[in-house]
């Protein structure tokens, strides 16, 4: 069974449960732009960040709205 979440928290909560493997897809991001790229590799271990916002700006949703998004989430 594959599941994905993006709640950090259940990382904690199933780190020692044996029948669980915590990884993450790498990524590279630009420093200058925040361009997020996914490298279709696993990694051990929960993802470092969340990279929503990235990903709703690649699929094209307005500005103004991953703008409003951020700024809720800080």
Known sequence: T???THYH????EFSTCAN??????AVLVDDETGEVT????MRAGASPSSYG????AMAGLPRSLTDAAAQASA
């Open 38 to 41: 996914f490298l279709y590799k």
């Open 2 to 4: 594959l599941f994905s």
């Open 53 to 56: 916002l990235a990903v709703a």
């Open 9 to 12: 928290a259940l990382t904690s």
């Open 20 to 25: 669980v493997a915590i990884k993450h897809m």
